[in-house]
């Protein structure tokens, strides 16, 4: 055995052996620093699941002036979602823009209790949206915009957005105004995420001058667990 082996015993007397290192200034073992191997592995997720989503909207109608819901995911189970990354692309369609800004906001939703409606609804059913096949089916809600702004359900939305984009809207049609690569929200391994409870959720509440058709994707990375 090397002499940076180390064996130790834990509480019921086992032997294991522990790599370390002697750092003390005499070389005799009076200080030593335990150097650890360790892999990442994905959260335990227990009786939910790994799933990743990308929702489409359909042509989007010129108008949508104000503020407006046209993106919710909800939370109704007792497990945890656990929301990581939440990226948006969006292009003109075939009515181009006249200038100005488009503002996209990521609000959370408390007291979620009714859904949104109005859109499309996605369907988890079988295998879809899991990173496993033996993961249990997602349980979260997701509606998405066909053609204009939900309509809101019964929730609270939080007085300031977790996440903005600010984009030039584009004066041609089919052109790309939020690229591949954007993200309202995007938490790295050792970061926290959004973490929902049950009856919560988010929004992406659009801003988009008067004149246009546009369509867009938002692609939604989260996990449900029972414990976190």
Known sequence: MSLDNKQIKDGLGDVFTTRMKDISSAGDGTLMRT???ATLVPNDYGNGGMYTNVAQSGSMAAGIAGPASVYTFRNPSSNFAVVKRIGLIAWSDTVAFAGALGFFSLMV????TVMD???????????????????NSALAQIMVSTTAALTVGTRIADPSPMGRIVVTMPQTTQTMFVN???YLLNKMNGEHPLVLATQEGFTIRATIPPVGTWVFNVTTEWEELPLY
């Open 117 to 135: 409606t109005g859109g499309g609804s996605i369907d988890f059913s079988g295998n879809n949206a899991k990173l496993r096949t033996s993961m």
């Open 35 to 37: 150097l650890l191997s």
């Open 109 to 112: 939703l408390r007291n979620f």
């Open 180 to 182: 591949n690569g954007t």
